[in-house]
């Protein structure tokens, strides 16, 4: 059928770029059951004439039609037995059935077993678009068709781009599979490929076959950089693996696997790679996530992996940081009786030789932690407990710890027994609302391996009081793309003592980056080593203009924290700030231009240097057509990094021309005066085949640049997932390729 005569859940599925789309009449037959077996329906046979034997049965001859629910058979000539359910046709016939349409010759069918044999076809199988001819057709029982001398394809049948001929063809319609043998594939008749056994998938279902690879080239001698050919293997309905042969210039050959699996209680994923590095060790990493349901509110939680070196995700996966130790632990988490409970068991892997032990960070072995809370709904009291004990070690050898001493404090390790108690009244009403909270903190000690530097008891404990509170007012406005504006200011107060703790070691406390997201936060360290003193004021007010429909057009907001007292109590040493009584302000907007575009802004000005601190825009477009745009801007200190950063992001992925599309990722460096890594890529699609160009590059002086290509013969096999995954890291909101 021509495509703008196609139905709409086919027309949906096809693009208007293509010609049209094979579709089953049936489907629009009312005169059709399809959940009625063959068995039980009757056969109907229409003709011009009609003559009856006992013995022979039906003979029909003129426009001949013979029906059992949606098998059909046309013919000029028919005969049919109802004694021994057998029909034939001489000359010209047409056979249907569920999306199958055959023209031939010469058929016969047992209508009694549902099969039906054909000579010189042509057929087409109409929900998965494959097309062809064969000698000879024979369909079985069981809806498994067998040709001989065939030819196969999805392209258009006027003038195919790709067509696979075999000496043998089996369609298993019920698995989805198709199997050749002596198969050749042709590329505008010309033969590119020969394999004597061939399996591939004919609808949407997993199969085991070979993905199209990926090919990176590099532009300056055009040689091969990196080659990538993954073969998917579906081990069964609810577990695969994905093993893929890579190939990079500079390391050789290597290999990676990606096992997948989901059971009735658990499920995970596998991933590993490894490269040879030739007289030196080889290279490799992996990767094991599990989760496993021991119950309704039992879940087991798994996470190991372990890497070669500290460098492997530089050289191997375009990373930028050298890895120093990775996680290795179990977690099981349950309820007992309204107590949320995890039980933890903890290795870290040190992957970087040249870590000092000082760094080592604590693994725990093992842990539990509980917590419970009462009440604390709207208007109602509220009351929290929440308990763990730990043993924390850095698991050093003895060598290492004789190397450091036991003076120095680092291969202190023991328990810890931390709770903290919350109280708290939330008081909420329409125009607003105010939440107390008392909180109490403890931790205590039981150290091992101190020396001088610890003793082998610490206790401490810190209380906490935090009032959170809110108003909303709102107003109609008469604005064309807003009716209703709100104004929310909020005020955020949070006490804490200053009380020393520098008896206790670091376990597992850090400073908090601040950022804008800390600003109504209760904490200034991570896990329970540190309880930071603190008597601030965060006051803020956010403005928002709404539509009809509760949308949000625009919305204001500016924050500021006030430190009413200088903050002391530090990671390992007191230092007080006493100049410091205001955080940075921040600033930010949104809005929503259209369905399809959007603006933000952030603002952060620095009081102490009077200036900025630092500023990001960001402008996004998408549309439901895979259009995307995305234009950011950011300038301003790294406290990270440690230093100042003027960078600007372009990407979009665009199709145009109905069949094209185009995707780019531009990132340049104002300080470094050049392009980080970068991409820009071209995709064509047709309605049999699809190809995918993607250049790499990075400017620093001289170019270094690649590209990537990708290509695929639709129902042959499916991509792989490089120029995916680069894309993922690479442009913001990207989904997917443009055309599937």
């Not at 698991?395 to 328990?415: C, F, Q, R």
């Not at 610890?454 to 793309?481: E, Y």
């Not at 894309?727 to 990207?734: A, D, I």
Request: hydrophobic content about 35%; charged content about 20%.
């Amino acid at each position: 059928m021509e495509y703008d005569s196609l139905p709409k859940d086919i027309q949906s599925k096809t693009a208007p770029y293509c010609s049209g789309a094979f579709v089953d009449p049936s489907r629009f037959d009312d005169q059709v059951d399809l959940s009625i077996g063959y068995q039980h329906q009757p056969v109907v046979i229409r003709a011009q004439q009609l003559n009856y034997s006992p013995q022979s049965g039906y003979t029909a001859s003129g426009d001949v039609e013979v029906r059992q629910n949606s098998l059909r058979l046309f013919a000029g000539e028919a005969a049919y037995n109802p004694l021994t359910g057998l029909g034939n046709v001489n000359g010209q016939s047409t056979f249907r059935a569920e999306n199958l349409l055959v023209i031939g010759s010469d058929a016969q069918a047992d209508f009694g077993q549902s099969e039906i044999t054909i000579d010189n076809i042509r057929f087409v199988l109409h929900n998965t678009g494959y097309h062809g001819t064969a000698t000879t057709m024979y369909k079985d029982g069981n809806d498994v068709i067998y040709l001989r001398h065939a030819t196969l394809t999805r392209c258009a049948p006027d003038n195919p781009t790709w067509e696979v001929t075999a000496g043998k063809l089996k369609v298993n319609r019920a698995t989805g599979i198709a199997t050749t043998q002596n198969a050749v594939l042709k590329i505008r008749d010309v033969p590119v490929f020969y394999t004597p056994y061939f399996r591939f998938p004919i609808d949407g279902r997993r199969l085991t076959g070979l993905l199209s690879p990926t090919l990176e080239f590099s532009w300056s001698d055009f040689s091969l950089s990196e080659l990538a050919v993954p073969l998917y293997i579906n081990l069964a309905p609810n577990y695969d693996t994905t093993i893929t042969s890579r190939y990079l210039a500079e390391y050789g050959w290597g290999w990676s696997d990606e096992l997948r699996y989901l059971g009735r209680n658990n499920e995970g994923i596998f991933t590993g790679t490894w490269f040879a590095n030739g007289s030196k060790a080889d290279r490799w990493t992996y990767d094991w996530n599990n989760t496993t349901k021991l119950g309704d509110k039992t879940r087991l939680y798994l996470h190991y992996q372990d890497m070669s070196d500290a460098n492997y995700r530089i050289d191997f996966e375009n990373g930028s940081d050298e890895v120093d130790y990775l996680d290795q632990s179990a977690r099981l988490t349950t309820d007992l009786s309204g107590w949320d409970t995890t039980f933890k068991v903890q290795h870290w892997a040190i992957v970087n030789d040249d870590l000092a032990l000082k760094d080592y960070p604590y693994a725990v072995q093992p842990g539990i932690s509980t917590r419970k809370s009462w009440g604390g709904a709207a208007n109602q009291f509220g009351f929290g407990s929440g308990f763990a004990i730990n043993r924390f070690s850095r698991n050093l050898t003895d060598a290492e710890t004789n190397s450091v001493g036991l003076d120095s404090g680092i291969p202190v390790e023991g328990y810890r027994f931390n709770s903290q108690l919350n109280f708290n009244y939330p008081l909420e009403a329409s125009y607003g609302f105010f939440k107390p909270e008392l909180n109490v903190y403890h931790a205590s000690y039981q150290l091992e391996q101190t020396g001088s530097a610890w003793d082998k008891t610490v206790s401490n404990t810190v209380p906490q009081l935090v009032l959170d509170s809110g108003l909303k007012f709102s107003r109609p406005v008469n604005l064309k793309f807003a009716q209703r504006q709100t104004l929310e200011p909020r005020a955020y107060y949070v006490y804490t003592p200053y009380i020393s703790q520098y008896d206790a070691p670091l376990f597992d406390s850090e400073t908090i980056d601040f950022t804008q997201s800390r600003l109504y936060s209760n904490r200034r360290f991570s896990g329970s080593d540190r309880i930071g003193d603190m008597n601030r004021l965060t006051v803020g007010a956010k403005t928002r203009f709404l539509q009809q429909d509760n949308q949000e057009w625009v919305s204001l907001s500016l924050d500021q924290l006030f430190y009413l007292e200088p903050e002391k109590l530090q990671e390992e040493v007191d230092s007080t700030n006493k100049d410091q009584k205001l955080s940075q302000l921040y600033f930010g907007a949104n809005w929503q231009i259209s369905p399809a575009w959007h603006f933000a802004t952030e603002q952060v000005w620095d009081w102490d240097r009077n200036t900025r601190a630092w500023e990001a825009w960001h402008l996004r477009y998408r549309t439901q057509s895979a259009a995307l745009i995305n234009a950011d801007y950011y300038n301003g200190y790294n406290e990270t990094e440690e230093e100042n950063e003027e960078i600007a992001h372009f990407s979009f992925i665009m199709p145009f021309a109905q069949r094209w599309g185009i995707t780019t990722a531009l990132n340049y460096d104002f300080y470094a005066e050049g392009l980080d890594e970068s991409v820009v890529g071209i995709e064509y699609d047709s309605c049999c085949w699809n190809i995918r160009v993607l250049n790499k590059f990075a400017w620093e002086g001289n170019v270094k640049s690649s590209f990537l290509v990708e290509f695929e013969l639709k129902g042959l096999g499916g991509y792989g997932n490089n120029i995916d995954s680069l894309l993922r890291s690479k442009v913001t909101g990207y989904t997917g390729r443009i055309y599937e």
